[in-house]
């Protein structure tokens, strides 16, 4: 009897750390320094480019093999955005107003439409809140998914209007140089089991 007993509560330790790893296994965290997340604008004299290699964000799912997402979270440090130009980051900083609003950020908030093109690789469109300083507005995104065994890789780009979001773009040298308000967001993320 005692060994019985002894058994049965071996079993359902294992099945209960056997289903802890399951459901772990379809939680995904973002890895930064694998992840490229670049803007591109343009001004009355040339085109700019500024990127983060800052990001923090996480993805689960309630089902990964039908890439069934559950939630997904992406936050930016906007002054984690650099051009290779301190004057550039400089005004960047200031019309993103860094010392008052620390991350720019992203929460899913539903999935609209999802195709499968091949194994474990899907087109996705997802409605989202996209949150800049105080300014939050739904927004909708195109991306790409490939699913691996320990990753998850999403890409895809977005075109947004920096006034949309209550900032002023950039100026500089007493304003002769004015940047346009519409920017390109493109982003691959990387994410990994935690």
Same mark, same amino acid.
């Given at each position: 009897?005692?060994?019985?007993?002894?058994?049965?509560?071996?079993i359902?330790?294992?099945?209960?750390?056997?289903?802890?790893?399951?459901?772990?296994?379809?939680?995904?965290?973002?890895?930064?320094?694998?992840?490229?997340?670049?803007?591109?604008?343009?001004?009355?004299?040339?085109d700019?480019?500024?990127?983060?290699?800052?990001?923090?964000? $996480? /993805?689960?799912? +309630?089902?990964? &093999?039908k *890439?069934?997402?559950? #939630?997904? =979270?992406?936050?930016?440090?906007?002054?984690s955005?650099?051009?290779?130009k301190?004057g550039?980051?400089?005004?960047?900083?200031?019309?993103?107003?860094?010392?008052?609003?620390?991350?720019?950020?992203?929460?899913?908030?539903?999935?609209?439409?999802?195709?499968?093109?091949?194994?474990?690789?899907?087109?996705?469109?997802?409605?989202?809140?996209?949150?800049?300083?105080?300014?939050?507005?739904?927004?909708?995104?195109?991306? $790409? /998914?490939?699913? +691996?065994?320990? &990753?998850? *890789?999403?890409e895809? #780009?977005? =075109?947004?209007?920096?006034?949309?979001?209550?900032?002023?773009?950039?100026?500089?040298?007493?304003?002769?140089?004015?940047?346009?308000?519409?920017?390109?967001?493109?982003?691959?993320?990387?994410?990994?089991?935690i």
């Amino acid at each position: 009897m005692k060994t019985l007993l002894k058994h049965t509560l071996i079993i359902q330790l294992f099945l209960i750390v056997f289903l802890f790893q399951t459901s772990s296994a379809q939680n995904f965290e973002l890895v930064p320094e694998e992840s490229t997340l670049i803007i591109n604008g343009t001004s009355n004299l040339h085109d700019w480019t500024i990127t983060s290699s800052s990001c923090t964000g $996480n /993805i689960s799912f +309630n089902d990964i &093999n039908k *890439c069934s997402i559950n #939630s997904l =979270k992406f936050e930016v440090p906007p002054i984690s955005l650099k051009s290779g130009k301190k004057g550039m980051d400089k005004n960047t900083y200031k019309a993103l107003k860094t010392d008052e609003f620390k991350n720019i950020k992203f929460l899913l908030t539903e999935v609209t439409t999802l195709n499968n093109s091949n194994p474990n690789n899907y087109s996705i469109e997802v409605e989202g809140v996209l949150s800049i300083m105080e300014n939050t507005k739904k927004i909708l995104l195109k991306n $790409n /998914i490939l699913l +691996n065994n320990d &990753n998850v *890789c999403i890409e895809g #780009s977005k =075109k947004i209007k920096m006034t949309d979001f209550g900032v002023e773009p950039p100026k500089a040298l007493f304003g002769t140089i004015t940047t346009g308000d519409e920017i390109t967001i493109d982003y691959k993320l990387i994410f990994k089991t935690i």
